[in-house]
């Protein structure tokens, strides 16, 4: 996906359960984060997830002009869901 950026953010404080951060321009893809959540949130099956900025224990500050942010947590995810979650992710964005 142009413009997209991933990484793995554990927080420092609270739960230190990895989560997957990714971060994309907005005007590159043509999809908000609010967009992206609503999509995943309404799809088979229904994956929800995070606003990066407003994550409940991640002391991450907003995203600048233009940049959209989202986060996914792994911690309820079982064996062989994180290929789901991949494969809704890849039909969101392209």
Not at 44 to 65: D, F, M, Q
Request: hydrophobic content about 40%.
């Amino acid at each position: 996906v142009e413009s997209m950026q991933t990484e793995t953010y554990v927080p420092p404080i609270a739960n230190h359960v990895p989560h997957l951060k990714l971060t994309w321009r907005r005007d590159a893809v043509g999809l908000s984060a609010e967009d992206v959540r609503e999509r995943m949130r309404n799809g088979e099956p229904s994956i929800e997830t995070t606003p990066a900025s407003t994550a409940a224990s991640l002391p991450l500050p907003p995203a600048p002009e233009g940049i959209e942010e989202m986060m996914i947590g792994v911690w309820m995810l079982q064996p062989g869901e994180a290929e789901i979650v991949a494969q809704r992710l890849h039909e969101t964005f392209l």
